[in-house]
């Protein structure tokens, strides 16, 4: 069956980077886009960064442009998020997510663009 494996949360000062991964199973990982969004306490999951099937198109929220950057290696059936700059509302449960369809793409995708997600990994932005 699908799984996706998110590692790499840490509690981290405000200007400080992580990288976090993500291990696929279960299916065809580069037949897939793949995106990481993430869930602040009390608020909704929102969209933070996402990657098509073959790693050629990208898109970002507004407040992870710059700071942010999605990858994946298709040999290793890995998701990548680098972040730097990180602040306060940074802190966040961040989960990936893969889409339903094969090959499909969009800049701006909504929850029911995807059919699985990880369990999540705690990043926390502290002094």
């Known amino acids: 069956q699908v799984q996706l494996v998110e590692s790499g949360g840490a509690l981290v000062r405000p200007g400080g980077s992580l990288t976090l991964s993500c291990v696929a199973s279960g299916f065809p990982f580069r037949d897939y886009a793949m995106s990481w969004v993430r869930q602040a306490p009390g608020k909704g999951r929102e969209f933070v960064a996402g990657?098509?099937?073959?790693?050629?198109?990208?898109s970002y929220q507004t407040s992870a442009k710059g700071r942010f950057t999605i990858s994946r290696d298709n040999a290793k059936n890995t998701l990548f998020l680098r972040m730097n700059s990180l602040n306060t509302d940074d802190t966040a449960v961040y989960y990936c997510?893969?889409?339903?369809?094969?090959?499909?793409?969009?800049?701006?995708?909504?929850?029911?663009?995807?059919?699985?997600w990880g369990q999540g990994t705690q990043v926390t932005v502290s002094s």
């Open positions: 997510a893969k889409y339903q369809a094969v090959k499909r793409w969009v800049q701006k995708p909504i929850s029911n663009e995807y059919a699985h």
């Open positions: 990657i098509s099937f073959d790693g050629n198109d990208v």
